[in-house]
């Protein structure tokens, strides 16, 4: 949710302003995360011959627009055109957790009046309160409402009790004492031109950008010993176990005490690998961010962090640490190389992300479906799971689990894949799932879907199911996301970068995907194999039938002049087309603050039918599938209470157009894809009643695009 942007030069001479706009910039790529205030801390020093320099922090509520004119107001204070050799900035766009919007809150946070630490973090820390308690109680004082605080104020109070430490270590120390999920940036007036940071369920990944060959594709990570104590008694919890109440008094006193503190096991690493280029002046630059849409115009060499790595950079070396090791984790670290394009996350000629994705759909999907299928022998193969198609068709049950869209696109698809698989299909919102404790056995197969790969809740829900024994099958449009690497196997959508908060051609590619896996599963069934050639034809012919639909783009903007002033909207329809009726419902909230409800037609006499009248918007999805008399009869329903339906139905339908008030008709297709052309007028019809009602279509008030907390 928050927006992490860090950038390092060594040996790269670089003016303060230049360091500055590529900060801005960096945050200015991060913004389609959501975020309510911005800030940055660099070196304020403005002679050239200073070997410690103190740090400056601006910060501001509002739009990184609002930040980038107080920046412009600082040339009085710093000297934009000092050139730096090796200096660290640090910049972070906020989305309020703990605390109202405002600079006081807004990262980045420091240690002490004089910003002798500062921190950007990402996520929530769930024992703050303890840390500040013990804190206060040692003297320190609390300018801010915000968790992060406690993160900058522990790691001064440990460098002010402990002596010979290097910067990685007190950080080390640090994440001992945090609980919750994090992703942290420290930089320190007190180790000029060195940068640490680390995650803990929250993505963050390292851009490595140099002219020179880089020393290793992978390198070794780095272990502390391992016969120290990980988990230092610094903070005292109320859920500690019990003792008598003599060792509880002891206890008590040692972790209050300085002597305590000072005697954490802040050990040296056993190695000393390290990462860097090979050249005769090593130049290199390191960009720290939440996410690849920051990094990719700089560099595309990029490195992403597992939990509890800590990255430290030092001299323009790049090392990566962990205290402990497990039995199953990796022991090196990738340089990957990102096949995403500036020109993906631009807007070109379109007037926001939004629209621009709408219109990509024709791409998108065939890119989903790229090498994978094979019209010619009805073929399709998902290179990712293909190996584990044995144990997948011995399941016992299927599990979708997502949150959002993904959500619905599970929805979509549940009625095929039962068709197809033969096998029971459960779709679970994440939260709930988590929250019921669902029983999950070893023969399941649990699929979790997640444009970002890093929705808090689907991860959660993912670790528990592994830690039961499931299958895991991730489904994400980010390649090295936290769901892509903790799965067993998975499914790359290739949708391409989406940068608008509302989702659109991921939905439709996860569609897609969950599709073909339907199809890969029923493959050597011969009573599905003609049902099997229809899907895949219709999979065929959607690219150039998804262009029909924009092509009503004029129809809808025209039919969101009548509705943009409305209060409420009901979307109706059902069996394929009821995920339609819900993701359009979700799009028209997200985007336009209307109230609106995806109502499952044959639920309308159960309640529903009590909202219909003349004046509340009704739009009505019925296509020519083998609910369609059910489809008309609900229709029928709404017209005698005068309600005036939308319907959106397929072309040439001259019976339903008949009823409709107002129409928008798509062409016809196979049952199961129907829902593909369906939702994209749901789609161009939320962005035209938002852009009418003067909104922000990429980034809607209170929403994020990639929700890394509960």
């Avoid at 500040?132 to 440990?158: P, Y």
């Avoid at 176990?241 to 000072?262: G, I, L, V």
Wanted: aromatic share 6%; with cysteine; glycine share 6%.
């Amino acid at each position: 949710m928050c927006g992490i942007f860090a950038y390092l030069n060594y040996l790269v001479p670089a003016k303060r302003e230049e360091i500055l706009r590529i900060l801005i910039k960096g945050l200015q790529r991060l913004e389609y995360r959501g975020y309510d205030s911005a800030g940055v801390a660099i070196d304020s020093s403005n002679n050239a011959e200073d070997s410690v320099s103190d740090i400056a922090i601006i910060k501001k509520r509002g739009k990184v627009k609002a930040l980038e004119e107080e920046i412009a107001a600082s040339t009085q204070s710093l000297d934009f055109d000092r050139e730096f050799n090796c200096h660290i900035g640090i910049a972070h766009t906020r989305w309020a957790t703990h605390g109202e919007p405002s600079a006081c809150n807004s990262h980045p946070q420091r240690s002490d009046p004089n910003n002798e630490f500062v921190v950007i973090h990402n996520g929530i820390i769930t024992n703050y309160k303890d840390i500040k308690t013990f804190l206060e109680k040692k003297g320190h004082v609390f300018e801010s409402e915000t968790d992060t605080e406690t993160i900058a104020k522990l790691i001064k109070h440990i460098y002010d009790t402990k002596n010979e430490v290097n910067f990685r270590q007190l950080v080390e120390a640090v994440i001992q004492q945090l609980e919750g999920a994090f992703s942290l940036v420290f930089k320190s007036k007190h180790f000029p031109g060195e940068c640490v940071a680390t995650r803990r369920g929250s993505p963050l990944l390292i851009g490595v950008k140099t002219r020179y060959k880089l020393s290793a594709d992978h390198f070794p990570v780095c272990y502390s010993k391992a016969d120290h104590d990980h988990r230092p008694n610094l903070i005292p919890t109320t859920s500690e176990p019990q003792t008598s109440d003599k060792t509880n008094e002891k206890s008590k006193d040692a972790r209050h005490s300085d002597k305590s503190t000072s005697n954490l096991a802040l050990q040296r690493s056993d190695s000393t690998t390290e990462f860097q280029p090979i050249g005769p002046n090593r130049e290199v630059e390191y960009f720290f961010a939440s996410d690849a849409s920051a990094i990719i115009e700089h560099t595309n060499q990029v490195i992403y962090l597992e939990d509890d790595d800590v990255a430290a950079v030092s001299e323009g070396a790049l090392s990566i640490h962990r205290i402990k090791r497990s039995i199953d984790e990796s022991t090196v670290r990738e340089v990957i190389t990102l096949k995403m394009e500036i020109q993906q996350i631009m807007k070109g000629s379109f007037s926001s992300f939004m629209q621009k994705e709408i219109f990509e759909q024709t791409e998108s999907v065939v890119n989903t479906m790229r090498g994978r299928v094979n019209f010619e022998t009805n073929e399709v193969v998902l290179g990712g799971i293909k190996d584990y198609m044995g144990e997948i068709k011995r399941c016992r049950r299927l599990l979708f689990i997502a949150c959002g869209t993904s959500y619905h696109s599970a929805v979509a698809t549940r009625q095929l894949l039962e068709e197809l698989t033969e096998l029971p299909v459960m779709v679970e919102l994440a939260s709930d799932f988590l929250d019921r404790s669902t029983p999950v056995f070893r023969d399941d197969v649990c699929f979790f879907i997640s444009q970002s790969g890093e929705t808090a809740d689907t991860l959660m829900a993912l670790r528990y199911c592994k830690g039961r024994g499931a299958l895991i099958v991730g489904i994400t449009n980010t390649v090295g996301s936290s769901i892509c690497r903790e799965s067993h196997c998975g499914v790359h959508i290739n949708a391409g970068p989406e940068i608008g908060v509302a989702s659109t051609k991921a939905y439709t590619s996860q569609f897609i995907s969950l599709v073909m896996f339907g199809l890969m599963m029923s493959d050597d069934r011969l009573s599905m194999q003609q049902r099997r050639k229809e899907i895949i034809q219709g999979l065929q012919k959607l690219p150039e039938q998804i262009k029909e639909v924009l092509k009503t783009d004029e129809k809808i903007h025209s039919l969101s002049q009548e509705l943009y002033q409305q209060k409420s909207l009901l979307v109706m329809g059902r069996g394929y087309n009821y995920a339609t009726c819900l993701e359009g419902a979700l799009k028209i909230k997200e985007l336009t603050y209307m109230h609106s409800e995806g109502i499952l037609a044959g639920e309308l006499k159960h309640g529903p039918l009590a909202l219909v009248d003349k004046a509340m918007p009704v739009i009505m999805i019925i296509t020519r599938d083998n609910l369609y008399p059910k489809c008309m009869n609900a229709l029928q329903q709404v017209k005698a209470r005068h309600g005036r339906p939308i319907v959106v139905c397929n072309k040439g339908d001259a019976e339903t157009q008949s009823h409709a008030y107002k129409i928008v008709d798509v062409p016809y297709t196979v049952d199961c894809l129907q829902g593909i052309l369906t939702v994209i007028p749901m789609q161009l019809l939320s962005f035209h009643i938002a852009v009418l009602r003067g909104y922000d279509v990429d980034c809607p008030r209170n929403l994020a695009k990639s929700v890394t907390v509960e």
